[in-house]
């Protein structure tokens, strides 16, 4: 979630002897729904589809699957996190949502190297029990 630009915030909790992760994306785009993903652990992780989906500026959670919910991210895209797509892009979001069926996309690899660290990092914090907030910004 991380990877596709937007701020996420993220704590992990203990819930009836389970581990459960809830990590919200934040929308960079005005009338576009946050994201909400909840993962749990009970011997294995899984994500808990009845929490997970798109939230409205209401803070009504529309259930969805998270493959969806994924896809809705990279579907916004900010187009400064993509110098890849060359000088000339003037689009302020870009749509990397059919990257995710290809696993060798290069616009998709190079997201993921230059945030690789950044993500690895905050994932520790996570499993440390810190509460976590992030967001990527362009300084251009």
Not at 4 to 28: E, F, L, N, Q
Not at 72 to 80: D, T
Not at 123 to 132: E, I, Q, V, W, Y
Request: charged fraction near 20%; aromatic fraction near 8%; proline fraction near 5%.
């Amino acid at each position: 979630m991380f990877i596709a630009g937007w701020p996420i915030h993220a704590r992990m909790r203990a819930v009836k002897g389970c581990t459960t992760i809830d990590i919200r994306a934040r929308s960079p785009i005005d009338g576009v729904y946050d994201a909400l993903v909840t993962v749990l652990y009970d011997g294995m992780w899984r994500v808990q589809e009845d929490s997970t989906g798109l939230v409205s500026p209401g803070n009504v959670v529309f259930a969805q699957d998270s493959e969806s919910v994924v896809e809705h991210l990279f579907r916004h895209v900010p187009g400064w996190l993509v110098p890849e797509l060359g000088p000339h892009l003037h689009a302020e979001f870009v749509d990397l949502h059919e990257g995710l069926q290809d696993e060798k996309d290069p616009l998709l690899d190079a997201l993921a190297r230059r945030l690789e660290s950044v993500a690895n990092a905050m994932f520790c914090a996570l499993t440390d029990g810190f509460r976590m907030i992030s967001a990527v910004a362009s300084n251009r």
